[in-house]
């Protein structure tokens, strides 16, 4: 949708498109945003009353200096109106600078609050909605579009407020010095209300487009300038190829700017021009009723001066419309998330497993990643724009379910192996029990309960795991690991370090456990980072561990460091380990070979390699042997 062509291109835009209704249901949830404030809300509405009533004050003078003060040489009264033409916007200003501090805080808070219920809503949000939406478009909802929001409440709420009230104020004055010319001056605006409600619709459309463009532009910064994305983008040299990527994005977004600039601009020029008749108009008219000494001339100027107060709020309320309509968009984009429903809900009536025992149990399970839905901020665009709307799910999986009929048990206590070929389901396996996504068919239960129906904080604490990938937040190492347990102490962080063969290496930091690390701190390798996570959970002591071992070929002595290390983390829990040492699948009570998603053999180590199939493959090509 480029344009090409002139300014005057910009002038037009599809305006058959048909966006929802500022419907009362809308405005009711806005409104519930506003009502905590109340107590602000009407501070600044006294404000305005104030100060758009002290607005016509300066009018008045000016006809008593004209009809009174000069023509009566009255140079006491001369002194009185001077003042009071230095009194009335002093006062203003004052009255000003309060209205000032409510606004802020009624807008400010109402941004507080819409950040704080997108972050906890988006925070509990499953992983497969994380897999399919951008971090940068998120970023954009949490940031712009709050502000947005905020802004239709403090700025266009304001604005139309004190339109209002100024104009009426206005119109009495005026009414009350001459009718037939106020009526002049105001008699062609009706025209314009049936012109400023499609303007509102249009206007609405393109702040919508422009939104989701400014969204796609932050998705794209927050890829490049990561840690992980910079480094990519170095390493393969496409500098030119992102510069190209962002720079068409960002032409996007300043296209949308100059359309959004230009719409309605003919309409706006039109409510111009009717002001500068109904200037025409009264100066003509009046400076005749002058002439006829119909009116004074102290009133005459006195019009003059309120007409050029007058045409600029009631334009402004004519197409407040317009202003309220685009200013709701934000809101509109802040409930679609918020109205995401999350595909791994909390249980509706829960049962408490703790203290756990720790069996896990896979009942033919069926899982699929895509789901026949679309996923994430993707299905919100999508009901918006059913025109359209593209392929949005990707084919991520060849098969068509990730695992099938998968079954076995795990003993409390008991080390259950995982191994397969790589894409085999083995990680999948593994998310199912923290519930990182829901089964589609068939029952994962611990200690003989559904893990549907355990409570989210007990599932967390009973269940523990160690990923391929370590993820450290970009905290002190004392801090990342007591993230695991809060109310830790320093002896048990310590002693956790130490079974997990890493609090040396901490020790001989310069600053020890308060060192910095993640994505801008100190850069632990990769070894070291495991051995954090291994300390993690056994600060955490879950009942149930899941270990996704990492394949990553290690010296011999890092290894056996963290071999001894995950020996004593699993010693006493049941866990499910994704396996890839052959010290681990030969420890293991049982092994389950998983290949496309489907459990092919089963038993110990010895029972498998006896028998001639996947396993004896495996262990005659894939284990790693630790020196
Ligand atoms: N988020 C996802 N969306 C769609 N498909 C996925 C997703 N994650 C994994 N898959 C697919 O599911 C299948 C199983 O993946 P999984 O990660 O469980 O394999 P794995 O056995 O752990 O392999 P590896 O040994 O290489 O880690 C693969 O075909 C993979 O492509
Ligand atoms: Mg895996």
Known sequence: ????????????????????????????????????????????????????????????????????????????????????????????????????????????????????????????MSLRFFTATKTGELMNRLNSDVTGAQQAITGTLVSIVSNIVSVMAILIV??????????????????????????????????????????????????AFNVSGALLIRLFGRWDHESRRFADQAALVRDYGVRRAMVGRRFF????????????????????????????????????????????????????????????????????????????????????????????????????????EVEGLEAVKRWRRTADAGPVVPQASTREWALEDVSFVAAPGELVALVGPSGAGKTT????????????????????????????????ATVGVVTQETYLFHDTIEANLRYARPDAGRSEIEAAARAANIHDMISALPEGYQTLVGERGYRLSGGEKQRIAIARVILKDPRVLILDEATSHLDSRSEALIQEALEKLMAGRTTLAIAHRLSTVRAAHQIIVIDEGRVVEQGTHETLVAHDGLYRQLYETQFETVA
């Open 174 to 223: 005026m009414f009350d010095a001459e009718w037939r010319l106020t009526l002049l001056a105001v008699a062609a605006l009706p025209l314009f209300v049936i012109p400023a409600r499609r303007v509102a619709k249009v206007l609405r459309q393109v702040t919508q487009d422009q939104m989701e463009h400014n969204a796609s532009m932050s998705a794209i910064l927050q890829e």
């Open 269 to 372: 020029a039109a409510l111009g021009l009717v002001s500068a008749f109904g200037t025409a108009a009264v100066f003509w008219v009046g400076g005749f009723m002058v002439i006829q000494d119909e009116i004074t001339l102290g009133t005459l100027v006195m019009f003059s001066a309120l007409l050029t107060q007058l045409y600029g709020p009631l334009s402004a309320i004519t197409n407040s419309r317009v202003e309220f309509a685009t200013s709701l968009v934000s809101f509109e984009r802040v409930f679609e998330v918020l109205d995401l429903e999350t595909d791994v809900p909390d249980p509706e009536q829960p049962i408490p497993i703790s203290p756990a025992k720790g069996k896990v149990e896979f009942s033919d399970v069926y899982f699929r990643y895509q789901s026949d």
């Open 1 to 124: 949708m480029m344009h090409g062509g002139g300014w005057w291109s910009y002038l037009s835009y599809d305006e058959e498109q048909e966006p929802p209704k500022v419907d009362r249901a809308l405005l009711r949830r806005v409104w519930s945003y506003g009502r905590p404030y109340l107590r602000g809300l009407i501070g600044v509405m006294f404000t305005i009353f104030v100060i758009s009533g002290l607005g016509v004050v300066p009018p008045l003078i000016i006809r008593e200096l004209v009809d009174v003060a000069l023509p009566e040489k009255d140079l006491g009264m001369l002194t009185v109106l001077g003042l009071g033409m230095i009194g009335v916007p002093l006062i203003s200003a004052l009255v000003g600078i309060l209205q000032r501090w409510w606004t802020s805080r009624v807008g400010e808070g109402i941004i507080f609050d819409l950040r704080r219920e997108l972050f906890d809503h988006l925070q509990r």
């Open 429 to 460: 396996t593994s998310y199912l029990v923290p519930r990182l996504y829901d089964v589609n068919q068939g029952v994962v239960a611990i200690d003989g309960v559904d893990v549907r129906r355990i409570p989210f904080e007990e599932l967390a």
